[in-house]
């Protein structure tokens, strides 16, 4: 079993699912076992955290999404190249793109790192560390899946932004609650509270 990260890079992008990322960084904020959570949000983020979550500026954004303030987590400038999570000496155990535009895959998956978010997932691929895109995008064209085959060649984890059914999510919000769950265990953050097929 993975060693559960302490420190963990989690990166938002101009795609729709942004209640999903909002669930995600409560359940890293309450989890114990993470001492640092380096959040980073794209431009184009913003205006769909705007639309989809209400969510209005950038300087309190961890606090908006969260719902309370934050030691943990700790707000990184897109446009800042030369942030901690852009080196490899910085030790980060791990990184999640939620929701991964299909802008944002094209640009980790060919190497073009202008901002820190796709400078922090190189330095994820370079350094061998977990690296999960929870793409969103439908439907796929030929030069998507190109870029996922890429992205997955060089160590990345094409994780897609589907949620489950089969346990009868009451909600929107248990629907990307249980998401979630699934993307930190993943990173090796299991959460007790997942819902785990038994059979029939």
């Not at 699912?17 to 359940?27: Q, T």
């Amino acid at each position: 079993m993975r060693q559960p990260p302490e420190n963990l890079t989690v990166a938002i992008t101009g795609a729709s699912g942004m209640l999903f990322a909002r669930h995600l960084l409560i359940l890293a904020e309450a989890d114990r076992r993470l001492q640092t959570i380096n959040l980073i949000a794209s431009d184009s983020a913003l205006r769909v955290l705007a639309e989809e979550e209400g969510v209005r500026g950038r300087s309190n954004l961890a606090e908006q999404l969260v719902g309370k303030k934050s030691q943990k987590i700790r707000q990184q400038n897109n446009d800042d190249i030369g942030a901690n999570v852009a080196s490899g000496s910085y030790p980060t155990d791990a990184m999640i793109v939620i929701p991964c535009s299909a802008g944002t895959l094209a640009r980790i998956a060919n190497g073009l790192a202008m901002k820190l978010i796709e400078r922090a997932a190189d330095v994820c691929l370079k350094e061998q560390r977990p690296l999960v895109l929870c793409l969103r995008e439908t439907p796929l064209n030929k030069i998507h899946i190109r870029n996922m085959y890429r992205a997955a060649d060089a160590g990345a984890v094409i994780f897609p932004l589907i949620p489950t059914f089969y346990n009868k999510p009451p909600s929107q919000d248990e629907m990307a609650r249980q998401f979630a769950y699934r993307v930190l265990a993943h990173v090796g953050l299991e959460q007790k509270a997942a819902y785990r097929w038994k059979g029939k």
